[in-house]
């Protein structure tokens, strides 16, 4: 199964996490993938890829900055002859603090890269995108990474919670801007997953013996995995989904059916 054949694809956040597992997974179904993040792992993710006979090229870039999401497009259009999907994962988790400790500094960075990022991408990637669809007379995709969290309460902090809500409603916002264009606009909201981000939650239980207790509160009573968070990304962005325009799909074991929580009262810390 080859669904990506010959597509010129972008992946922010590919350094890690479900950005590496989808850039991957890409590059495993014929596309031709730009490896976007603020680290090095964009090298070792492409490096992957290359070694596995697939094509790839990384980039170091801040995916919340402008002049760094222009130079990402332009990379993928040089180098690929246009651009065709754009995945806009990068994120950063700000913290757990709630809203009073929350430093102004602290949720204007998350804002900035978790927000403003996928903003960027879908305005400077979605032109790319649709002159190539025109081209090619096909569609073209972008898929964004918010998060339960920006659902409903319960599952982040204010500051994360908030910016993946922006991305919820930016996915539909944009879905409807670019009527005509044949470039769809969806969004992926993990639950728990086995990320950079999320690294010292899974190491402290394994350590401790409690992987039991990790996603204890949805259905399937587990975390996920990057690459079960990549293949849903995938299908968003691969024709599979041609009739799938301005969602925002939870793929979190169950848990934004309930979002079971301990509330935390006022002035009070939760026990």
Do not use: W
């Amino acid at each position: 199964m080859a669904r990506f054949t010959d597509k010129s694809i972008i992946v922010t956040g590919a350094g890690s996490g479900i950005g590496r597992a989808a850039a991957i997974q890409f590059a495993a179904e014929g596309g031709r993938v730009i490896c976007a993040d603020k680290t090095d792992g964009a090298d070792e993710t492409a490096r992957m890829i290359v070694e596995a006979g697939g094509t790839a090229k990384a980039i170091q870039i801040d995916a919340g900055v402008e002049a760094d999401v222009e130079k990402t497009v332009a990379l993928a259009c040089d180098s690929y002859g246009g651009l065709d999907i754009m995945f806009a994962n990068a994120g950063i988790s700000g913290g757990m603090a709630n809203i009073f400790d929350t430093d102004v500094a602290l949720i204007t960075d998350v804002l900035r890269v978790n927000l403003i990022g996928p903003f960027l991408a879908i305005k400077h990637a979605a032109p790319k995108i649709a002159e190539r669809a025109a081209q090619n007379q096909s569609g073209g995709a972008i898929v964004l990474t918010a998060s339960v969290a920006g659902i409903r309460s319960g599952a982040g902090s204010p500051a994360y919670s908030a910016s993946k809500a922006g991305v919820i409603n930016l996915a539909q916002v944009s879905a409807q801007q670019l009527v005509g264009s044949n470039v769809r606009v969806n969004a992926i909201c993990p639950g728990l997953t086995e990320t950079g981000m999320t690294k010292p939650t899974f190491d402290y239980a394994r350590d401790a013996g409690k992987m039991d207790r990790v996603g204890r509160l949805n259905p399937l009573r587990r975390g996920a995995q990057p690459e079960e968070l990549a293949k849903v990304a995938l299908f968003l962005a691969s024709d599979d989904a041609s009739y799938v325009n301005g969602q925002a799909i939870a793929v979190d074991g169950g848990l934004s059916s309930s979002h079971p929580v301990i509330r935390q009262e006022y002035g009070r810390t939760a026990v």
